[in-house]
C-alpha cells in the first residue's frame, strides 16, 4: 500500500493499495495501521465505520462538522464515484482548496480527509458503495451542510444531479457558512 500527499489540501493523503486480481476475482488490503501511521495518523483513532449505497447521478454533500471537526478514510468498495475534498481549516496552507478522486471499487483507493474539510461525492456508475472510517462518534448536532452547487466552489460535477437530500439541496452557500463560523 502507498500513501502520496494531496498536494491541494494539507494533510490529507491518498492511500493506494495493491489489489491481487486472478480468475476468481481480486483480493486486496483497504486498511494497514503501519501506512497510516508512517504519515502521522493514529490508526487506533477512527472509532466508527459507515457505508452508504447510491445509484447513478446521485450527489452526497458537501458535509462537514462543527466543533472539533472530524477526521475520515473514504473508499469506493464498489462502482466509481467522482469524490471531493474542499479545505476549510482558516489557519491551513491549503485553505479553500480544492481536490477531486475518482475512487473506484477496482484500485480501492482511500482518500484521507483532514478535521475541518468538506466532503462530497457523486456516484458515477449504477451502484456505488462508499465505506467512512470516522475518528468520533457521529452527532447528528453537528452536522453543517455547504451547497454543492455553490458557483464560489465551482466544483466540476461529471453528470447530472440525479438526486439528492433535501438538507443537500436546501444548504448554505459557502460564503454563509463561513460568516456563521467566524461569528
Not at 36 to 62: E, N
Not at 123 to 148: C, G, K, N
Amino acid at each position: 500500500m502507498k500513501a502520496t500527499q494531496v498536494p491541494e489540501i494539507a494533510g490529507a493523503y491518498l492511500f493506494e493499495p495493491t489489489p491481487h486480481a486472478d480468475e476468481r476475482g481480486f483480493f486486496c488490503r483497504t486498511f494497514d495501521a503501519e501506512v497510516v501511521r508512517s504519515v502521522g495518523l493514529d490508526p487506533a483513532a477512527f472509532v466508527q465505520d459507515s457505508v452508504s449505497r447510491s445509484v447513478r447521478g446521485v450527489l452526497r454533500g458537501l458535509h462537514l462538522r462543527s466543533g472539533a471537526g472530524e477526521a475520515k478514510l473514504v473508499r469506493c468498495s464498489y462502482g466509481e464515484i467522482f469524490d471531493v475534498v474542499v479545505d476549510l481549516r482558516a489557519d491551513s496552507p491549503t485553505y479553500l482548496g480544492r481536490a477531486f478522486f475518482e475512487l473506484s471499487g477496482r484500485t480501492q483507493a482511500t482518500v484521507y480527509v483532514p478535521a475541518g474539510c468538506a466532503h462530497g461525492f457523486q456516484s458515477l456508475t449504477e451502484t456505488s458503495d462508499v465505506s467512512y472510517r470516522i475518528d468520533r462518534p457521529h452527532d447528528p448536532a453537528e452536522d453543517v451542510t455547504i451547497a454543492f452547487d455553490d458557483p464560489e466552489l465551482a466544483i466540476p460535477w461529471p453528470l447530472p444531479v440525479t438526486s439528492t437530500s433535501a438538507r443537500d439541496r436546501g444548504a448554505p452557500s459557502l460564503a454563509e457558512v463561513l460568516k456563521h463560523r467566524e461569528g
